[in-house]
Nanobody
Framework: QVPLVESGGGLVQPGGSLRLSCATS????????MGWYRQAPGKQRELVAR???????NYAESVKGRFTISRDDAKNTVYLQMNMLKPEDTAVYYC????????????WGQGTQVTVSS
């Protein structure tokens, strides 16, 4: 059973919006943080947004005020609402879940392509 399944990427014009979804299979327990990372061609993977188990959020400076991370515990799903998209937001976006008690483990989604272009 795939632990994380992403959806919602695609092609959008500058200024447009997309919402990414990441559904956990229910097989991940003791979730600490849930977040989104992205990797553009030739660049390192970077944190976009993170939501802690306590409800705190962290955002990359480049997306503050434009992106919003949220979660629906009933659906075991984390979302990334992306507004006012820019060409520099183009990347493969990965969902991340960090879980565990004493030992923490990272789970990754398969990645979804977001392309912002006119």
């Amino acid at each position: 059973q795939v632990p994380l399944v992403e959806s919602g990427g695609g092609l959008v014009q500058p200024g447009g919006s997309l919402r990414l979804s990441c559904a956990t299979s229910g097989s991940i327990f003791n979730i600490n943080n849930m977040g989104w990372y992205r990797q553009a061609p030739g660049k390192q993977r970077e944190l976009v947004a993170r939501l802690t188990s306590g409800g705190n959020t962290n955002y990359a400076e480049s997306v503050k005020g434009r992106f919003t991370i949220s979660r629906d515990d009933a659906k075991n799903t984390v979302y990334l609402q992306m507004n006012m998209l820019k060409p520099e937001d183009t990347a493969v976006y990965y969902c991340n879940v960090r879980a565990g008690t004493v030992l923490l483990r990272d789970y990754w989604g398969q990645g979804t392509q977001v392309t912002v272009s006119s």
